[in-house]
């Protein structure tokens, strides 16, 4: 897989995909990441991507210009299977989302600032908007990283144990059930004995009614 991130604030992206899970991906050459600094496609000497709103308001809007100079430079050079726009009015990123994008190519991801992109970005060059949650932040950067993490980690190979993605909370729409390891006994707080048992049939049904009860307790509409 190719990612390549749009944004004004590359060096804020870059230690993420310098660390842990991510990093051994690229190390392994199964996902590369690219950041392109918005501002190198401006064609203003201040090196400015914003401006005003039209019939006024507060805030700055992206323009669409140097957007849209990058994409169709990078979409010069390949295919991209998604163009994808971070925006807290998008369609709000699940696991099922993670599963198929993991399945992509190439990915192009816009991180939005200010008050946003110029509507006509999001008309003409934008296949897909993305949100996180029903919050906002300073920026769609943060954005992007969870959205690359999620991806990332389900490409095969780059975990190191490939059952461990299919036993996260969320797959087949459950949480995961509870975890425990050494020692068995702590300050009188015990493992369950089922897990210490060895018979993996037993551990697995009780992990199964543990996964539905907390499910259940927690999330009932994921079982709707």
């Known amino acids: 897989m190719r990612i390549d991130i749009i944004t004004i604030l590359p060096d804020l992206m870059r230690s993420p995909f310098e660390g842990s899970i991510m990093k051994r991906a690229i190390e392994k050459g199964l996902v590369e990441v690219h950041f392109h600094n918005l501002r190198d496609y401006t064609t203003n000497k201040q090196k400015s991507v914003d401006d005003y709103p039209f019939g006024g308001g507060a805030g700055m809007v992206m323009q669409i210009q140097p957007i849209d100079d990058c994409i169709a430079k990078l979409k010069s050079e390949r295919h991209y299977d998604e163009i994808i726009y971070m925006t807290p009015d998008g369609e709000t990123l699940n696991q099922k989302m993670a599963n198929s994008m993991s ?35 300073s920026g769609g950067e943060l954005g992007a990283v969870i959205l690359c993490d ?12 490939e059952t461990s993605a299919l036993t996260d909370s969320f797959q ?25 048992s060895g ?3 037993k551990i697995e049904q009780w992990r199964e009614e543990k996964a539905f009860e907390h499910t259940k307790n927690r999330r009932p509409d994921l079982l709707e």
């Open 199 to 201: 018979h993996f049939a």
């Open 103 to 137: 399945l992509l190519k190439n990915i192009i991801i816009l991180c939005g600032h200010y008050k946003g992109v110029d509507q006509r970005v999001r008309d003409h060059l934008i296949t897909r908007e993305i949100s996180i949650g029903d919050y906002v932040l």
């Open 150 to 161: 999620a991806l990332i980690r389900l490409i095969p190979g780059v975990l190191s144990d």
């Open 172 to 196: 087949d729409n459950l949480l995961a059930p509870p975890v425990y390891t050494r020692p068995a006994d702590y300050k009188g707080w015990k493992v369950p004995e089922v897990l210490l």
